[in-house]
């Protein structure tokens, strides 16, 4: 045997009933609780062929998720379809397989037939594409088998086994995830546990968020829980005195993937706000980028663009965004916008242009390319006679939770569909389909006018929030300002107004959600507002920290005390303590602190454009798909060294700039060094 | 509790779920063959939701199938869902519900609350339609457990059990359809089932086209096998000495339906060939129609017309009908013709017209709608540039099997898209769509001069077979004459230039299946050729009980001698013993001599048309959804008893016709006589 054999399905398929299974482990206390939109599943019934020419005969072995048989030119093989002896010849081998309850896939290994990536499928239209597949080399390991690592872990710390009044409290040290393990349990009975993100919520039977109850009903030398929880604390109580156990500990559950980019710097709050941040993304980054660890455990796209943001300067796990990126787009026909959400279907074409240009990953947008298509044609098919998206009755305009009218055309969205129109005619170039790239970027071209023309206010210095039943409402919010920016679209002085006008002026409805702060101060560090982004990002993180997190959460008030952090959506334990959103910081001092960014796919050139904000140094690696750029600063030197590409370092005015490699130009009020010698480093003095 | 609640779930979701499951029940030998064409699956996530205005509070009872949980107006319900006390006052309660794994669907019980199709239900797109139900209105027994209804049956007869040269032979004295039971099963090892629905195929180990393996592993009052199977023989083998059995009987499988329709007549055989029909027909009539129960078990839309027609005369059973006409069809978005067979989607349409025209449903009409329109969009969407229907290279323009060539535009499918358009401007007029019905009827009454002008050849007075490459193919079939003949296309007079240039010309090339021959006879009994029909009945299917036939083929050629009739697709016993398109003598004997048929939807207006055919008398009862129609036919007298609408009796030309009740009037070279005195017998004496 050749052993190049690997489980192979039909594209997409993996991922929508991966995602549609992980989608279904939200719960509340008793209550399970399903997206609130359209969960697809895969293909039920697939072919699968492969043209074959065979000199001498050959037993294949076949393994299948799900009923099959194998037929050659269309003729049935009646013989038992797990051993196939096939005569020497030139024909088309089929393998038609059928899974009600799951993945429809094969594994077919010979001498010299093996399933891979040559191999067509088709679920039955008579239209075949090339067939998906993944890690899955071992016949006995099909991807139903799929599962994350798992690792033990035990309580720590002075509260690791504390009585409590019904039971026992034990503490993790941290928050977490993964499934409890009795040990030694005894007798029968039953055992509540009651989860908590924190101590508060552990202790509170009535209202924690998650809980189990295991009906003892033999000896177990281990029981393990079969869900798995976000917890630090379990509060078990056994009722009555039937059951009893030695010994809790837990599996934590993980995506075996470790952090590529780092980050030190003289501010040791800063540091631990980069940690807890990386520890933060890591246990939301699993099957899918998850919003929250305990709630909602779902995908969400706008959750999703900004933990693909983050995870290219910690994890660069491209697999990770793969799959959600299928998972979160699902199957055609497009029925509703991504999450029923307006801006969430823009989030998807931006998240992949973000992902194209830090991957290059051509082969992913080519995948991905037909949805794409269809999703837009989805989204401009409900333009109104202006040319602007407006909400359907059914469709949610989100922006961000706080108060404004979202009635009508809101000038958020129609700057999402602009870069969403921009991502398109970049993809449909890469993908030399030249028409739609032409369409594309025409209909970018006349949208930009359009919506400065409506919506700009000249008195305000800003765009303003929306236009409904022939009026323009002057509401004036920080939200399509900041994506103006961050778009670069408008022209440089209006941006310059913009930063005065709205980002910075506190007469302007400030923002209160971690999401659309994490956007905010991106965009003021655009404008060079890098001193004041530190001194926030120490405030805020910081404040956590101070309260003792562990990992962030999905929302934070300093202005509240106590038990107070816990509630949310009116409940006293609502709010998640692990939130994805929270761990923001990884994207804004990797890309403006470090400072690197790619100017073409894939870091073939790029920008270095370190900044101290305040600090007295900083140093860092940032991943890229050609190697690591490692960044130095401190106020007197700056030392860059890459892999590879070229690169350009920038340096803010000053008296002087000295490089140790290359030549420094004079160039945009600062300085600029060409970085184009790999594994060397750049070592550059200035002030 | 009122009782009145019944389990409810998402439309055409109960029917997608079963045909999936009975889809993947063909077997042959040791390979599961799922159907050729794309399978649909049922949604797995959906909502129910309900306004509810409580006066005083009220605990509701909820069963589902799947994890589910409640909202009252998008709040969630932490409580164990299944018993929830609700609150006085107004609000919208709402039941999420995901399955993975089946069919998704609730029932909910209270004093006032209770699940019925008055819920509204969405697969979270949040567009809401009324939910569907069926007769599932016990909680503890949910859509996922239906099942045919079952009988213990036993061998009989004097080979009921006989030794064989590795075991014993059971006969069941004709052919049947379930699972095979052992009674009184002993000690360990392997037992051999054999099917035949002849002897030679359970005689023949190797070429036997279904077999089950049982692993007798501990003792067993009554062990029965988990598949059924299809089989008039069952030849049995211990391997070795290891386990043994008593006795062998089966659990006959069967849909709970009785006929409702009757035939006698003077010719004995004639009589035997309706039972044995109507034995046929009920075989094949189960979840669905299916095409045999041996083989493919499947649901073909061409075959399902067939069945659909040979029901109105025999078992009237809608329901059956209705769960085929969804299943074949499956859901948005049309990606392949039905089955892959472009003349497939458009009997479906056609099954749907003779559906409404006998039945008069115009409730699932309505409900059939949106599918239709869609279906016929896909349609219209592939013709050619002449407006024609051409095969892509996917399709499957199929017509019969037989030498035909049918690239290009074939002129027989273009009859069939005549007749689902005009089907389609009916169905439009009911649904009260007037700018439809016009569309549809306006390309309707374009096509048929086109077809008329493109394939009339006034030489061989028919039309030919089709256009390819700019060329007209002459090759003359009867394809295409029957069908203008049954739909009443082309004028009077070339209907008849086609009767004798084409139907009963020699030299046009004959049919050799079941399937078609079933259009053709209906076309010869529509020129007046009862005579030779019913000839044709007696030799054909007489044929078939001379040599032992307890149910009738999927093929017959009378040239065959003794096991060469069970040979198809190139196996000794590949052809399908028991297959609904054989039993089209109750069509043909229904509508051509008892000669009942409507001519208003749901037999508001009907035709009485009775025909001896050579026969010396016949009398039966044909089944409308307003009670039955009686006739009595002989040489001299004819009566007739119908219980509601308007008849009209037709009598054909003869020296006098005198009626005990109503008048006779001279009309279109016969007598008329109209019947609208319901329960009464008309009496005609004529000559």
Not at 370 to 383: D, G, H, I, N, T
Request: aromatic letters at 14%; one cysteine or more.
């Amino acid at each position: 045997m050749s052993g190049k054999a690997t489980w192979i399905w039909y594209p997409d398929d993996f991922e929508i009933w991966l995602h549609q299974k992980v989608s279904l482990r939200r719960q509340e206390r008793h209550a399970t609780v399903p997206p609130i939109w359209k969960l697809d599943s895969c293909h039920s019934s697939v072919s699968f062929r492969k043209r074959v020419e065979l000199e001498r005969e050959e037993t294949i072995l076949l393994a299948a998720e799900g009923q099959f048989y194998v037929s050659i030119d269309y003729v049935i093989i009646h013989d038992p379809p797990d051993a196939i002896l096939l005569r020497p010849g030139t024909y088309e081998l089929t393998v038609w397989v059928a899974n009600e309850n799951g993945l429809p896939a094969i594994y077919v290994e010979g001498d010299t037939i093996n399933s891979d990536g040559s191999w067509e499928v088709s679920y039955n239209t008579r239209k075949f594409v090339p067939a998906a597949h993944l890690q899955f080399n071992d016949a006995s390991e099909p991807p139903s088998c799929y599962r994350l690592e798992v690792e033990p872990i035990r309580p720590v710390g002075w509260m690791a086994s504390t009585e409590s009044p019904y039971g026992r409290i034990y503490d993790f040290g941290k928050q977490t995830f993964g499934y409890v393990r009795l040990h030694g349990l005894q007798g029968t009975g039953t055992i509540h546990l009651y989860y908590g993100e924190s101590l508060e919520e552990a202790l509170s039977k009535r209202f924690c968020e998650t809980l189990d109850t295991i009906k003892a009903e033999s000896d177990s030398a281990v029981y393990t829980n079969p869900r798995s929880r976000a917890f630090r604390y379990v509060h078990v109580e056994c009722e009555g005195e039937g059951a009893s156990f030695e010994e809790l500990t837990a599996l934590y559950e993980y995506l075996p993937i470790e952090p590529k980019g780092t980050f030190r710097c003289s501010d040791e709050l800063v540091n631990r706000i980069w940690d807890t941040s990386v520890y933060t993304l890591h246990l939301n980054t699993r099957e899918f980028f998850l919003d929250g660890v305990k709630r909602d455990r779902w995908v969400w796209s706008g959750d999703v663009y900004q933990s693909v943001l983050m995870n290219f300067y910690s994890f660069f796990d491209d697999d990770v965004c793969k799959r959600t990126m299928i998972a979160v787009r699902g199957k055609d026909p497009v029925e509703t916008h991504l999450n029923h959400i307006m801006d969430y279907s823009f989030y998807w074409f931006i998240s992949i242009y973000d992902y194209y240009t830090y991957t290059g990953d051509t082969s992913f947008l080519a995948h991905l390319y037909p949805k794409m298509v269809s999703l837009m044609a989805f989204c401009l098919e409900r333009r109104n006679k202006d040319g602007f998206m407006e909400g359907y009755p059914e469709d949610w305009v989100f922006v961000d939770w706080a108060e404004m009218d979202n009635r009508g055309v809101v000038s958020t969205e129609q700057l999402l569909l602009a870069r969403s129109l921009e991502a398109m005619s970049a993809f449909a170039s890469a993908m030399g389909d030249s028409e739609r790239a032409r369409t594309y970027r025409e209909l970018h071209d006349a949208l930009l006018p359009q919506i400065e023309e409506r919506f700009w206010d000249e008195r305000q210095s800003g765009l303003v929030h929306s236009w409904n039943e022939g009026k323009l409402n002057r509401h004036l919010t920080k939200y399509p300002n900041l994506f103006a920016v961050l778009f670069r679209y408008l022209s440089e002085e209006k941006r310059r107004g913009i930063a005065a006008g709205v980002l910075l002026n506190e007469g302007v409805q400030s923002i209160t959600t971690p999401y659309m702060r994490f956007y905010e101060l991106a965009a003021l560090c655009e404008c060079g507002e890098h001193d004041r982004v530190m001194e926030e990002i120490v405030s805020y993180w910081g404040g956590m920290l101070d309260l003792g997190a562990t990992t962030f959460w999905e929302a934070y008030d300093p202005s509240q005390t106590g038990a107070e952090h816990y509630a949310m959506y009116g409940r006293p334990f609502g709010k998640s303590l692990c939130h994805a959103w929270g761990a923001s910081p990884l994207y804004l001092l990797g890309k403006y602190y470090l400072g690197v960014r790619p100017d073409a796919p894939g870091y073939e050139r790029y920008t270095v454009e370190p900044r101290l904000g305040g600090l007295e140094w900083l140093e860092g690696s940032v991943p890229t798909p050609r190697g690591p750029i490692d960044v130095y600063m401190d106020q007197t030197t700056i030392k860059v060294k890459a892999s590879s590409g070229t690169g350009r370092l920038r340096i803010p005015a000053g008296k002087r700039a000295v490089a140790s490699i290359g030549e420094v130009i004079e160039r945009e009020g600062g300085y600029e060094i060409v970085i184009d010698r790999p594994g060397e480093t750049y070592v550059v003095t200035y002030g």
